[in-house]
């Protein structure tokens, strides 16, 4: 397990890589019952990846950062550029939530403010249109880059954990 997130109705979210739990393919997030047993009515279907970051969402969706897993090379899982994506509170992808990070991005971790913001760590982002984006982005509760939203990071940053918001916001 490499990040949790609890949900206001006390349930849990995990990530992480793995692929199964109790029999049930996982594919790096399942959802835990306030008495820890897994929550068989949370079913994504999410290809094989590795679930880095989750959180939860103030209307109860779920954001996920993660990469897919292309292949298998000696053991070990070949990964593709990370993947943004928003699902609903019953596991299925909330298609209308797109964020394109570019094809070498890889996202570190993702925090999510009181009004519903996502903030993105990680590196290698570039636009639509290929320019370089910051270590650290910002996204409303629609998928929408700010791009007022401007961290004072030197431009080599690179992050290496997750960001984290301070309790005011």
């Not at 279907?45 to 897993?69: Q, Y």
């Amino acid at each position: 397990i490499g990040c949790m997130s609890p949900q206001s109705n006390g349930n849990l979210l995990v990530s992480g890589i793995f692929s199964k739990a109790n029999g049930v393919t996982l594919n790096g997030l399942a959802r835990l019952l306030p008495d820890g047993a897994l929550d068989t009515n949370f079913m994504h279907r999410l290809e094989p990846s590795i679930v880095n970051s989750v959180a939860s969402l103030p209307n109860g969706k779920i954001l996920c950062a993660l990469h897919l897993i292309t292949d298998i090379s000696n053991g070990q899982p070949v990964k593709s550029a990370s993947k943004l994506l928003r699902l609903n509170s019953d596991g299925s992808e909330d298609k209308s939530f797109t964020v394109p990070l570019g094809p070498k991005a890889r996202i570190v971790g993702i925090a999510v403010d009181r009004r519903g913001n996502a903030y993105v760590a990680g590196y290698a982002f570039t636009s639509p249109a290929g320019v370089d984006m910051p270590a650290l982005l910002r996204f409303n509760s629609r998928g929408i880059y700010d791009a007022r939203f401007k961290p004072a990071l030197p431009p080599s940053y690179s992050p290496k954990n997750a960001p984290t918001l301070l309790p005011s916001g």
